[in-house]
T-cell receptor
Framework: QKEVEQNSGPLSVPEGAIASLNCTYSDRGSQSFFWYRQYSGKSPELIMSIYSNGDKEDGRFTAQLNKASQYVSLLIRDSQPSDSATYLCAPRERTRNYKLTFGKGTLLTVNP | KAGVTQTPRYLIKTRGQQVTLSCSPISGHRSVSWYQQTPGQGLQFLFEYFSETQRNKGNFPGRFSGRQFSNSRSEMNVSTLELGDSALYLC???????????FGPGTRLTVL
């Protein structure tokens, strides 16, 4: 089983729709989880962090965490063409000195 | 607060040469991680340093090495460059533990 798995893309949604990005992880000890956005040719940018089970909202972004299911997701409401990017999920692995382990990412395209 | 800085931003080398990349973390951050990113390969973890000690290491050959100085600045070195080493090299810093990690703009290395 891969350490961090993200839903295979590319994911294409129309402008104004909700984009749903999913991620599962294997380290049951993970307590902190991060979502990064990466535009083509640029470095990853941190957009959300979540530490507790449940939902965390920040503007149009909502992160959801379920530690029992080892599942974390990112919802983007009212998707805009500027949201088109690769989204990376990254839990910290306590068992590996808090190493941040990245998934391969999901490419999101928002069509005008 | 200044972000993570990396120098140089672009570099062209020939096979067999060696290269040193530099990273200055966000002020107060003691953890510095290095990643390699190539098209289609995602973020590949190289190593992480915390307070001058290598805390985690990825699966890269010994040609890739790094170090961290007492002021938390870090360098990575690649010896005997190969064509396959052409990539975007990213540095990221963190306070450590469960805290968020922030990326620098990256150094794009081209090996001819």
């Amino acid at each position: 089983q891969k350490e961090v798995e993200q839903n295979s893309g590319p994911l294409s949604v129309p402008e104004g729709a909700i984009a749903s990005l999913n991620c599962t992880y294997s380290d049951r000890g993970s307590q902190s989880f991060f979502w990064y956005r990466q535009y083509s040719g640029k470095s990853p940018e941190l957009i959300m962090s979540i530490y507790s089970n449940g939902d965390k909202e920040d503007g149009r972004f909502t992160a959801q965490l379920n530690k029992a299911s080892q599942y974390v997701s990112l919802l983007i409401r009212d998707s805009q063409p500027s949201d088109s990017a690769t989204y990376l999920c990254a839990p910290r692995e306590r068992t590996r000195n808090y190493k941040l382990t990245f998934g391969k990412g999901t490419l999101l395209t928002v069509n005008p | 607060k200044a972000g993570v800085t990396q120098t140089p931003r672009y570099l062209i080398k020939t096979r067999g040469q060696q290269v040193t990349l530099s990273c200055s973390p966000i002020s107060g951050h003691r953890s510095v991680s290095w990643y390699q990113q190539t098209p289609g390969q995602g973020l590949q973890f190289l190593f992480e340093y915390f307070s001058e000690t290598q805390r985690n290491k990825g699966n890269f050959p010994g040609r890739f090495s790094g170090r961290q100085f007492s002021n938390s600045r870090s360098e990575m070195n690649v010896s005997t460059l190969e064509l396959g080493d052409s990539a975007l090299y990213l540095c990221a810093s963190s306070l450590g533990g469960e805290n968020e990690q922030f990326f620098g703009p990256g150094t794009r290395l081209t090996v001819l």
